[in-house]
């Protein structure tokens, strides 16, 4: 992780990084108590990673990085979002919306609200990415644009 990453991801805990994370796990845990939103828990656990230490990863489309559709990328994706957004999407883009006007008060905590946002918006709508390190997102557009 290169230094920057690594200075940003201190701050981004150290600025409440870390709430928000555990509001994607406990939406993990909800989602696996209801048995039926088992299959949502895993992908929150994955965006509280990245929501701990976003700097440095990015979401992206599964089926435009891997170049093929999966069920989480079709027609059974778009459902699941829709369930996902009523039972915790909202209430977490709302977590993430208020963090980012918090930190967007400052100066140094604009690249901080920027973060806060992106996250938002996967939070409404998180079946059907991937998180995957920013140099290998970019090496892969770099590939598909040539292709």
Request: net charge positive; charged share 10%.
């Amino acid at each position: 992780m290169p230094l920057i990453n690594l200075l940003l991801n201190v701050l981004w805990v150290v600025t409440g990084g870390i709430w928000m994370a555990a509001g994607w796990l406990l939406a993990a845990v909800l989602m696996v108590i209801t048995i039926v939103g088992i299959p949502w828990a895993r992908s929150a656990v994955t965006i509280a990673w990245y929501t701990l230490l976003p700097f440095g990863q990015t979401a992206v489309r599964r089926d435009e990085f891997r170049g093929r559709e999966d069920i989480g990328t079709g027609g059974l994706g778009l459902i699941g979002n829709v369930i996902w957004f009523v039972l915790a999407g909202w209430w977490l883009a709302i977590g993430h919306l208020l963090a980012a006007a918090a930190l967007a008060v400052t100066i140094i905590g604009l690249p901080f609200a920027w973060a806060h946002l992106k996250l938002a918006l996967l939070a409404l709508w998180p079946i059907g990415t991937e998180i995957v390190p920013v140099d290998e997102a970019e090496t892969r557009r770099r590939m598909m644009g040539r292709a």
